[in-house]
């Protein structure tokens, strides 16, 4: 975007009153602006709006983009952040309370402004942190309750119809997942997808099968992933990434210069909770119990538990995941020989005659299994 299209979002980002703000000739057509929480420009006309790539898109606004200027002093990687998440897909990974909210709230603003039709969607893993993002972005957005909606699970009989009257959706991504894949969702008029705690995203979460079947028909949006902790390793980081389809990451920890500024010292008070005769039960009732199966395991020889302190036998979450590991890996190897057992052996009665064929199989059978056995 260059200087003169950047024009309105620079004025917001240096604080000017609406007054103060350059007239709507120098702004190009459609100089509207949003500034503040409680800003909502008017519906689109028809005439501003045109067809590009099977979506709506309301031309004027598509020229520039804004930056709500509140009470609060605008913050520099704040602004960065939003620049690259409205044109790219972009991880944006800062610390708790750093305004993660605030970011996806204004990059959802600009969208709900460029695509007249579009619905956008923010993704929270919890209903409680649905509703409390779905609060903190109306808030900054200035939208009211006509075009927002909280999903819930009892709304489960007239979704479909809630999905075509409304335009901005909170909701968990198990919602999501099941409307897409029930035809509720109309996947087509999807334009921006916010995924808080997107390191979840991963495997067969609900979040990875919702954002799979939106590029399984090919619909063109724009996904932000929010994440304090986008990972513990670089494969874990780099899954989140794919899964996602991110092509900038954006990070900023607690050090970097235009975060520390921000940042307040954390006091740590540890308070230590004395054990309970009711503890100490509860802990008996379950180690009772745990024992039992791990003593079947023993005794079936899939795992050995260590001798423990007081006499008897203790198992550790390490112990039970490398023997279910072990197990796992002896099972495929089993399924493995007996399917070059099986192909030996027919192979063997294709190539040779009459019993000496069946002689050799048996034998070729034989010598795989006592392989194995070793």
Request: net charge neutral; aromatic share 6%; hydrophobic share 40%.
């Amino acid at each position: 975007m260059d200087d003169e299209d950047d024009l309105e979002a620079q004025a917001l980002w240096l604080g000017l009153e609406p007054g103060q703000l350059p007239p709507a000739a120098q702004l190009g057509p459609g100089g509207g602006w949003a500034a503040g929480p409680q800003a909502k420009g008017p519906a689109a006309p028809a005439a501003a709006c045109v067809e590009y790539n099977g979506r709506k898109v309301h031309l004027p606004h598509f020229r520039h983009w804004l930056y709500p200027a509140g009470a609060h002093n605008p913050r520099e990687y704040q602004f960065a952040m939003v620049r690259s998440a409205l044109f790219a897909n972009t991880l944006v990974c800062l610390p708790t309370g750093m305004g993660k909210t605030f970011i996806a709230a204004v990059v959802m603003l600009n969208f709900y402004r460029w695509f007249p039709e579009g619905k956008l969607v923010f993704l929270a893993p919890t209903r409680p942190l649905v509703e409390q993002q779905c609060s903190a972005c109306r808030e900054v957005m200035g939208l009211t309750e006509a075009d927002v909606v909280l999903m819930s699970a009892s709304m489960q009989a007239k979704r479909a119809e809630v999905w075509a009257a409304k335009r901005v959706f909170f909701c968990t991504p198990d919602i999501l997942n099941n409307d897409l894949r029930t035809g509720k969702c109309p996947d087509a008029s999807i334009v921006c997808v916010v995924v808080d705690e997107c390191h979840r995203a991963v495997g067969d979460a609900p979040a990875a099968q919702a954002l799979q079947q939106l590029h399984a028909a090919r619909v063109p949006f724009r996904l932000l992933g929010l994440s304090a902790t986008p990972g513990s390793s670089f494969d874990g980081v780099q899954e989140v990434i794919k899964k996602l389809h991110v092509a900038v990451v954006e990070y900023r920890s607690e050090q970097d210069p235009d975060v520390a500024p921000h940042c307040h010292e954390r006091e740590v008070e540890v308070i230590g909770v004395p054990e309970s005769e009711h503890y100490d039960r509860c802990q008996q009732l379950v180690s009772s119990l745990l024992y039992q199966l791990c003593a079947k395991l023993s005794n079936a020889k899939v795992f050995q538990a260590q001798a423990g302190l007081s006499g008897g036998q203790s198992s550790s979450k390490l112990g039970l995941m490398a023997a279910r590991d072990g197990w796992r890996e002896q099972d495929r190897a089993e399924q493995q020989a007996s399917r070059q057992a099986a192909l030996l052996a027919k192979e063997g009665q294709q190539q040779l005659p009459g019993a000496q064929s069946t002689t050799r199989a048996r034998a070729e059978v034989k010598r795989v299994n006592c392989l194995f056995t070793q």
